[in-house]
């Protein structure tokens, strides 16, 4: 591909005219992709239909403490499940609690208690009209849309290959009214970026104004590797022990995209009064959890090892997906100073980013065509990219073929809205 930045105005002309049939080729087959999503596939979620085949006697339906796990009682969840989550999050047992199917459900709900009762003893943070959280861009809109749904104003922070930039991190928390910040910290969504030990060491000797700064650490893709050697991430509560700020951290996992992903475990990490003030907030709201669940995945995934093993299988699957669609950004994208994009070890996304053209432009080209991406803009605070130039694409459901199609439609789209720009058309 060549430069198109630097083109003559009648070989950009004849490149628009050559995407532009391209394109209309495209919207003549009456295609329906979507991409908008990190939906495991089918065939993904049939890794785990053993889940389906266990009877009665395959499960340990009395927990370590003795209790039923058909009946009420153990909030915190069977102890295998939380040994489970220890081993995977790097804690102890007592410092984990193992929930229902959904972090995102957890986090809201750990927001909402800031929010409404405090944390440790502190203020509610809804008593401070000034309240703010840090959002790392590009990011994941769910986070964004829950600091917003509580009213926390944004504060942007770029991602840089190694995390983000702490330079400004740590000038943004001398301000008392700054209350936390959420952290993809393995294979970031969009970017993939996995933080470097440097950085994690610096989050974990954070001195924030606020003394109920909390960092929501979300390990959405802690053991999604794509590859053999997967990236590593340093241990953020190991870390936060050397500089006694092991309270400014709760962490979140689930098997979401490791079993099923509608019907699978969550949990939630912290230090020991954290722990409490959550357990005490969730005698609450529920008598317990689903221990059989919690059961019937300890009963397949009894350790680290089975869990690594299921994640291979996942490799397998989402590894030609990610290819297909990187060969097809490299084939029409390289070297042509329009866009650049991550080629990431693990995760779920790829992120494409437009330096020539609107993003916003090329999506609705996309859309017009039949093939449904993230909303532009979705990665960033309310949903508004200041530079309107990320494009999130997530090749986890499709097929193949489906995404081979769709990237070529994705570059079109993108070729055509830097055309434009370049030669002055107004779209």
């Known amino acids: 591909m060549f430069d198109l930045t630097k083109c003559s105005k009648k070989e950009l002309t004849q490149e628009y005219e050559n995407q532009k049939k391209k394109y209309r080729e495209y919207l003549a087959l009456g295609i329906s992709i979507n991409m908008a999503r990190g939906r495991p596939s089918p065939e993904q979620l049939d890794l785990s239909d053993d889940l389906l085949n266990l ?67 502190n203020d509610p943070w809804f008593y401070n009209k000034n309240r703010k959280f840090i959002a790392i861009v590009p990011g994941y809109d769910r986070h964004f849309a829950i600091a917003e749904y509580f009213g926390l ?100 996992a689930s098997t979401s995209k490791i079993t099923f992903a509608g019907a699978g475990l969550s949990a939630v990490a912290a230090a020991d009064r954290n722990i409490k003030e959550i357990m005490d907030r969730l005698a ?44 097809v950004l490299h084939s029409e994208l390289d070297g042509s100073g329009i866009a650049s994009f991550n080629s990431p070890r693990g995760g779920y996304f ?35 990219d200041p530079t309107d130039s990320n494009i999130r694409i997530a090749p986890s459901c499709p097929s193949v073929e489906e995404l081979e199609m769709a990237s070529k439609i994705l570059c079109s789209a993108v070729k055509i809205a830097a055309c434009e720009e370049l030669l002055g058309i107004k779209n």
């Not at 995977?88 to 959904?102: D, F, H, P, R, Y």
């Not at 050397?242 to 979140?252: H, P, Q, S, V």
């Not at 330096?355 to 909303?375: E, F, I, M, P, Q």
């Open 55 to 121: 009877n009665k006697n395959d499960i340990e339906l009395k927990d370590a403490s003795g209790a039923d796990c058909r009946n009420y009682g153990v909030l915190n969840g069977t102890l295998r499940s939380r040994e489970l989550f220890g081993d995977m999050l790097g804690v102890s047992a007592e410092n984990v609690i193992t929930c229902g199917s959904s972090s995102l459900n957890l986090m809201f709900d750990y927001i909402s208690q800031c929010c409404t009762h405090g944390t440790l003893g």
């Open 153 to 252: 104003e944004m504060i942007s922070v770029p991602m840089t290959p190694s995390g983000p930039d702490m330079d400004v991190i740590e000038e943004v928390i001398k301000d008392p009214d700054v209350k936390g910040m959420f952290c993809v910290p393995k294979y970031s969504n969009p970017d993939g970026v996995t933080y470097s030990a440097e950085t994690v060491e610096r989050i974990a000797s954070m001195k924030p104004a606020a003394p109920d700064f909390r960092v929501i650490w979300d390990e959405a893709y802690l053991v999604h590797d794509l590859y053999e050697e997967g990236d590593f991430l340093a241990n953020i509560f190991d870390a936060a022990k050397k500089y006694g700020t092991e309270e400014n951290f709760i962490a979140f």
């Open 284 to 327: 609450l709201q529920t008598i317990c959890y689903d221990k059989i669940n919690q059961a019937r995945h300890t009963a397949i995934y009894k350790n680290m090892d089975d869990i690594r093993a299921q994640m291979k299988k996942h490799a397998i699957l989402l590894r030609p997906k990610f290819d297909t669609v990187l060969g």
């Open 350 to 384: 790829i992120s494409l980013n437009v330096n020539v053209g609107s993003a916003k432009y090329a999506g609705k080209l996309c859309a017009d065509c039949g093939l449904t991406l993230t909303g532009v803009g979705a990665t960033y605070p309310y949903g508004i």
